[in-house]
C-alpha cells in the first residue's frame, strides 16, 4: 500500500481516481455548507406574549375518517385565538355530516362547502385559495386531513415564528413508524427531503415546504398572485407556492418535535410510486440552482461509491481511496445522524451509509418512469 499521493496522467483508471475526488469534493463541501448548518441550528428565543389570531386551513376530500380522528387535536390547541377552516372540496362520503356534527361542538370551526362540479379539478389550489380567502386573520397555518400534531403547542410554536421579517414558516410532517422495509424507506425519504429544505432554507435559499406543516400571511399569497404562475399543475399548493414567495430573508423553520404532524405513510409500493410520481411532477419547475444542487448531491453519491469500489482493487490508490471516502463518509453519517435525531429518525441514521445508494437508486427509477400523472389528490 503506497502512501504518497498518486500521479495522475490520462491513463482511464487516473480519470477514475479524478472523478473519485471531483464527487468526494463535493460531497464534502455540500455537508459542510448545509448538513452541519442545520446540525448547529438554534432556534432563537420568541418574543413573550406574541400570539397573533391564527386561521387553520385544510382542504379536505373524503376524509370522513381522517377528520373523525384528527380533527379534534387540532380543535383542541392551546392558543389565544384561532380558527379551524375545513374546505370540504365535492366529497361524497360522510365528509359533510362529520364536520356539522363538530361544528354543533367546536365553535371556532368553520366549513366551507364546494359542492360537486364536473367542470371542476380535484386538486388543493382551488379549495386552499377558498379557504384563505375566508380567513378571518392574516396568519395562516396549513395542515392535511389526514394529519395529528404531536401536541397541544403546535400552533404556539409555529406561531412564535412569524415576524416582520419573517412571513414564511416551515414545518415537518413525518410519517408513523409502522413495520416493514418500505415503511423505513418512507420515512428514510421524508427525513432526507426534510433535511434539504430546511438547509436550503437556512442558507436562503427555500425551495419547498410541505402542506402537511406550512404556515404564511395572508400579504404574501397576494403579493404572489397565489398560486396563479402554477395553476395548470395539479401538485405544487406547497413547493411550488415557496418557490415564487422565499426569498432569502422571509423564511423561518420549525422544527421542535411538539411542532411535528404525523400522518399515516402508505402502506404498498404502488401506492407510494403514485403517491412520489405526483410529488415529481413539479420538480422541473423549480430554480435552475435548486435543480442543480438536488441533483449533483446523489450524482456525486453514486460516482463516489462506484469509482471508490473500484479503486479498492488497484494498486496505487487503495491508501487515499479508503482515507477519503472514509473521511467524507464518517462526516455525512455524523451529520446526518445529529439532524435525523432532530427530526425524531434517530434510528434510521444507525443504516445510512447503506440505506442512501438504496433510497437514491429507488426514487431514481420512480422519477425517471413518472410519465404521465393524472389530476389526483390522495
Known amino acids: 500500500m503506497s502512501f504518497e499521493f498518486p500521479l495522475l496522467d490520462y491513463t482511464p483508471i487516473s ?44 382542504a379536505a376530500r373524503n ?3 381522517n377528520l373523525y380522528n384528527n380533527l379534534h387535536s387540532i380543535l383542541n390547541q392551546k392558543y389565544p385565538e384561532f380558527e379551524v377552516i375545513v374546505v370540504n372540496h365535492q366529497s361524497i362520503d360522510d365528509t359533510k355530516h362529520i364536520l356539522g356534527a363538530l361544528q354543533n361542538r ?29 380567513a378571518k386573520f392574516q396568519h395562516l397555518i396549513f395542515t392535511d386531513a389526514d394529519c395529528k400534531p404531536t401536541s397541544d403547542q403546535w400552533l404556539t410554536l409555529i406561531s412564535n415564528n412569524f415576524s416582520d421579517q419573517k412571513s414564511i414558516i416551515l414545518g ?27 438547509t436550503f432554507a437556512l442558507n436562503g435559499l427555500a425551495y419547498m415546504g410541505v402542506g402537511r406543516n406550512l404556515a404564511y400571511n395572508k ?9 396563479k404562475s402554477h395553476y395548470g399543475i395539479s401538485s405544487g399548493d406547497d413547493d411550488l ?25 402508505k402502506t404498498t409500493w404502488q401506492a407510494w410510486l403514485r403517491q412520489k410520481r405526483r410529488h415529481y411532477s ?63 429518525s434517530g434510528a434510521l441514521s444507525w443504516f445510512y451509509p447503506v440505506l442512501e445508494p438504496i433510497h437514491i437508486i429507488v426514487t431514481a427509477l420512480m422519477f425517471y418512469s413518472r410519465g404521465y400523472q393524472k389530476d389526483q389528490w390522495n
Open 15 to 58: 480519470l477514475l481516481f479524478l472523478i473519485f475526488l471531483i464527487s468526494s469534493a463535493f460531497l464534502l463541501l455540500y455537508n459542510l455548507f448545509f448538513h452541519w448548518r442545520l446540525v448547529f441550528y438554534k432556534k432563537k428565543q420568541s418574543i413573550e406574549g406574541k400570539s397573533p389570531g391564527i386561521s387553520v386551513i385544510i
Open 63 to 65: 376524509e370522513e375518517d
Open 106 to 134: 367546536y365553535k371556532n370551526l368553520r366549513v366551507i362547502e364546494v359542492e360537486r362540479n364536473r367542470h371542476l379539478k380535484i386538486g388543493k389550489k382551488l379549495p386552499i385559495t377558498l379557504g384563505i380567502k375566508g
Open 172 to 198: 415537518y410532517g413525518p410519517y408513523r413508524k409502522n413495520k416493514g422495509f418500505l415503511n423505513s424507506i418512507i420515512r428514510f425519504d421524508t427525513s432526507l427531503i426534510a433535511v434539504n429544505y430546511f
Open 219 to 227: 400579504e404574501i399569497f397576494k403579493k404572489v398572485g397565489g398560486f
Open 241 to 265: 407556492f415557496i418557490r415564487d414567495a422565499a426569498n432569502r430573508k422571509n423564511v423561518s423553520i420549525e422544527i421542535s418535535p411538539d411542532s411535528f404532524c404525523y400522518s399515516e405513510p
Open 282 to 344: 413539479t420538480s422541473g419547475q423549480y430554480k435552475v440552482i435548486t435543480k442543480l444542487l438536488l441533483g449533483l448531491l446523489p450524482l456525486s453519491v453514486i460516482m463516489q461509491l462506484f469509482s471508490f469500489v473500484i479503486l479498492l482493487w488497484v494498486g496505487g490508490f487503495l491508501f487515499w481511496a479508503l482515507l477519503i471516502y472514509c473521511t467524507t463518509t464518517i462526516l455525512r453519517w455524523l451529520s446526518q445522524s445529529l439532524n435525523f435525531q432532530k427530526l425524531n
